[in-house]
């Protein structure tokens, strides 16, 4: 069982920046693929963006440009850093890793862009 804890969401102006942290309970050395994930009031989840195993990144099209993820293997962490941060970016934002074939989720956190 793998443990994702999430940190660093807040309230932020538009235009502000924000990193996001998610810290592994164990090495993420071989985690395949580790992700970003937001949920809106009344929406459904969403992609926000991935990284694989090799460094390869992918990202909505909402957030290219603004938003960069990276994963730190020897301090098992994968960072979200949203820049130039629009009300439309407010949601939870939730951490999501797959091992093998097994998903797991954190917990959330909440982000908030004040207009």
């Known amino acids: 069982q793998v443990r994702l804890v999430e940190s660093g969401g807040g309230l932020v102006q538009a235009g502000g920046s924000l990193r996001l942290s998610c810290a592994a309970s164990?090495?993420?050395?071989?985690?395949?693929?580790m992700a970003w994930y937001r949920q809106a009031p009344g929406k459904q989840r969403e992609l926000v963006a991935e990284?694989?195993?090799?460094?390869?990144?992918n990202y909505a099209d909402s957030v290219k440009g603004r938003f960069t993820i990276s994963r730190d293997n020897a301090k098992n962490t994968v960072y979200l850093q949203m820049n130039s941060l629009k009300p439309e970016d407010t949601a939870v934002y939730y951490c999501?890793?797959?091992?093998?074939?097994?998903?797991?989720w954190g917990q959330g956190t909440q982000v908030t862009v004040s207009s």
């Open positions: 999501w890793v797959i091992k093998v074939v097994t998903n797991y």
């Open positions: 164990e090495s993420i050395f071989s985690f395949r693929v």
């Open positions: 990284i694989t195993s090799y460094g390869t990144t």
